[in-house]
């Protein structure tokens, strides 16, 4: 294997858009590809060995042997391949039960498995026969893994492409009830470029009400807003949003109040709760304010008690009274991993 494809390996990125770009805005013309609700991982398959790794450089292997033990037996060395490892729950991705392999003892892990394999929906060629393939063109890429994959069975998969912006509009609404979250977009001439965010991500959204209870940051000129919804009687921390832009953290200073007493959260929170992927992170000190309706834009990924992913601030609803904001339909409804 290239030296410098040894593990960790730095996976390609994307930035956000708010739709479905052209068919000609990337170069070589875009496809289009759904974009899957598990851990983004690299698979290498060395000569001597089998890995997965995350996209944080996170060594995955010892929680995923049933996608060892398969690449073992269908890819030859020489090998890596860029995807993402997910969970079905009948016929809906499962991240809440994919989260759990990561914690589950190893004693317990075989019955894990049986119950819940996992499997590994793959996207792009780094390398093959050992040799490095980033320099290729993406078009170039996945004509090399659709016939590595030929052969594939599961938990092994070839993860769709089309380079027809309708279907790909068809498979963002169709597609959402299974758990995908919205699209990835490339550049069919694209090399491989580790670490940068050369490629641009779709997102499934909901406009909702939340109830905005604190705030990071001076009040006058908040940071990130911190969301609450009505959950078990109680109003639950359930997301932040993004940074504010000047513009609107200056407006909503002049909306916000300093709490008064008996305000429902704590002065500080652990910063696990806004951040699942940071837990050596410091706690999070919170600026309380009485509590506010606010207007978000939130993804698909719901655990059952709060947002996956940053919220997006849309705008105050200063007219609308906070204890008359509800836990919205959807949420209720929905399986943990979806909205």
């Known amino acids: 294997m290239p030296a410098d494809l040894r593990p960790p390996v730095a996976v390609a990125l994307a930035r956000g858009v708010d739709a479905i770009p052209k068919a000609d805005a990337l170069p070589g013309g875009c496809r289009y590809e759904p974009k899957w609700d598990g851990f983004r ?4 398959r060395d000569s001597d060995s089998t890995a997965l790794w995350s996209r944080q450089g996170k060594d995955l292997t010892r929680w995923f042997p ?6 073992e037996a269908q890819i030859p060395p020489g090998c890596i391949i860029d995807g993402e490892a997910v969970i079905w729950s009948g016929d809906r991705l499962d991240f809440e039960t994919l989260q759990r392999r990561l914690i589950t003892p190893v004693k317990s892990l075989p019955g894990s498995i049986r119950e819940h394999p996992a499997n590994f929906a793959a996207f792009d060629l780094l390398a093959v026969a050992g040799k490095d393939a980033r320099r290729l063109p993406l078009h170039s890429r996945r004509e090399l893994l659709e016939e590595l994959a030929k052969d594939w069975e599961p938990p092994l998969g070839l993860s769709s492409v089309t380079d027809d912006p309708e279907q790909a509009a068809r498979w963002l609404e169709e597609l959402h009830p299974a758990g995908i979250e919205g699209l990835m977009i490339k550049g069919a001439n694209q090399r491989y470029e580790g670490g940068e965010r050369q490629w641009l991500k779709v997102k499934h959204r909901h406009t909702l ?3 905005c209870a604190a705030v990071t940051g001076p009040i006058e000129k908040p940071q990130t807003l911190i969301a609450g919804l009505p959950i078990g009687h109680r109003l639950r921390i359930v997301g932040r949003t993004v940074p504010l832009k000047a513009t609107a953290a200056k407006a909503l200073g002049k909306l916000l109040v300093p709490a008064g ?3 429902p959260w704590p002065e500080r929170i652990r910063s696990t709760i806004l951040d699942r992927f940071n837990p050596d992170a410091e706690d999070t000190v919170l600026t309380r304010v ?18 996956r992913h940053p919220l997006r601030f849309l705008r105050a609803r200063p007219e609308l009274d906070a204890d ?8 209720l409804t929905a399986p943990p991993h979806l909205m």
């Open 41 to 44: 991982a690299a698979l290498i």
């Open 66 to 71: 049933d996608l060892i033990k398969a690449a």
């Open 209 to 211: 009400d939340v109830v």
């Open 261 to 263: 007493p008996d305000h």
């Open 290 to 307: 009485e509590p506010i309706v606010i207007e978000v834009s939130a993804d698909v990924a719901w655990s059952g008690k709060s947002f």
């Open 324 to 331: 008359e904001v509800e836990l919205p339909a959807h949420l």
